[in-house]
């Protein structure tokens, strides 16, 4: 007997509030060990934003403020370092409802202007599910890649990891950053019809919002947009320029802050500014930066590759390619001068892109196309890649639960 789709709806809800439930009492775990750890277990940039929260982090001033003044609340109820990891899984656990939100409109049709009611679908079911949480934990190719070969480098800044499990400003950016990158592709897919002021406005209070928690989304996303944004004005003719207009004024607040935000760092009286080389802080952590490119968005190369015929997800793809191609760009040739170096600030807009380049190629290889069958040694290749990326940040994660470095 076939179930009902309130059944099916109920278990695909249990499903998700199951894996919200393990991943996030796991990565609590791992948040409270780095707030309350101070020797060399548990390594990450935690103990530096608890001495922010509490003014006493004379290194660094973090104009960035959002995380900062989160934990801070919480701190007059709770311990600060309590505070640290409830703030970090607040904004870790937002993020999750985000993209399950999203997921859930591609899977539904409901993103592609299809009105068809898909919730009975398995893909649905249990695909949403497996989705936001393979997307969540998702890391460079660690296994089986290690087995064969032990590559020279970094898994954070050598290969890197949209998962950035030891920066809690990265994973407070993620839900606006999650927010903007999705309603930009809406904007963009109706940049030639009517203005719809009210996404407008969720979409510049996002962008504002993620400058605020850390501008590393913002600093690839407004070019990237300006881009296509321009893009589309010339190949429109300037018929949409009004539409175009108003679509840049959403940047305005963000800039500002992201002004605010870099103006005092770099004009400092230290060594400051942005440097311009190739590569020079992403050689001093791996010896092939094409490999480490590789090891990280292999599933997305043979997704795209794949699909460059795909219509159905044309402005997706176009506007998610763009994306990476701005984040390496920033990744290779900049850097900030000075004492921060070493720290590759520029890199962590590539691991924005890793992330959701991630989630889009997951999109591309489940959703449907009306007609067009999916050949089984796609599908198989596809499911090897994506396993080895799932299975390596499942195993990075561990390694990082056990008190390991994040390097």
Known sequence: MEMTVSKKLLIKEVLFWTCFFVYTVFSFYLFYS????????????????????????????????????????????????????????????????????????????????????????????????????????????????????????????GQGSGNLWHNATYLATRPFAT???????????????????????????????????????????????????AATLVTARFRNFRNVFFASLTFVPALLDGLRQYMPVFGSDRQSGIGFGFGDVWKQYTNSIPVSIILCFAFTIYIFICNLKNKDHRILMLFSFSFLIVALFEGVFLYEKGIRMPDGNFLQGYLHAMFFLFIVSLII??????????????????????????VSGIWYFIHLIQGNSFY
């Open 179 to 229: 927010v903007a990158f999705f309603l930009f592709i809406e904007i963009l897919k109706e940049i030639n019809g009517r203005v719809n002021i009210k996404k407008y406005i969720i979409f510049a209070a996002s962008m504002f919002l993620s400058v605020f928690a850390k501008p590393t989304f913002a600093i690839v996303m407004i070019p990237t947009a300006a881009v296509m944004l």
């Open 34 to 157: 780095q707030a309350a750890t101070s020797d060399s277990r548990f390594h990450s940039d935690m103990q530096w934003y608890i001495k922010g929260v509490l003014g006493t982090n004379e290194r660094d001033p973090y104009p960035y403020r959002l995380f900062f003044w989160v934990v801070g609340a919480l701190n007059v109820v709770f311990p600060i370092k309590l505070s640290a990891a409830f703030g970090t899984v607040l904004f870790n656990s937002a993020t999750v409802f985000i993209l399950k939100h999203y997921i859930e409109k591609y899977f539904t049709g409901q993103q592609e202007g299809n009105s068809n009611d898909r919730r009975s679908d398995a893909l649905y079911m249990y695909g949403t599910a497996a989705a936001v949480f393979s997307s969540l934990t998702a890391s460079m190719i660690i296994i089986p890649f290690n087995v064969f070969y032990k590559f020279e480098g970094q898994y954070y800044i």
């Open 365 to 390: 290889w489940l959703t449907k196309n009306p007609g067009k069958k999916k050949s089984i040694l796609y599908n198989i290749f596809a499911a090897l890649l994506f396993l080895m990326h799932t």
